[in-house]
């Protein structure tokens, strides 16, 4: 998805800064592993689903030049052609998951 002002790759060094810094400790949990988030890298907010367009027509309902980066919460790929995607690791109430 392009923004007029932020170039691709500003979008996802955002979107993953964003996403470790702020998000990550709020989403990831037992409920939310491999859903969707899709991320508004200028204000912050975001949306929780089972697809990549759901959640960002959500977010574009709010503000429809937003510039959205994508994760799948708990693994390191929103999709995986031909390969797997890896589970990410991160502490759930003092266990792993």
Request: proline fraction near 1%; avoid cysteine.
């Amino acid at each position: 998805m392009s923004h007029p002002t932020l170039s691709s790759q500003e979008v996802a060094r955002r979107g993953k800064e964003l996403y470790e810094r702020s998000i990550r400790a709020k989403v990831e949990t037992k409920e939310n592993i491999g859903k969707i988030i899709s991320i508004n890298v200028e204000t912050g907010d975001y949306e929780i689903g089972d697809d990549l367009v759901e959640t960002s027509l959500r977010l574009r309902s709010k503000q429809t030049d937003a510039a959205l980066w994508g994760e799948r919460i708990g693994f390191d790929a929103v999709y995986a052609i031909g390969g797997t995607l890896l589970r990410t690791a991160q502490r759930y109430t003092g266990l792993y998951i």
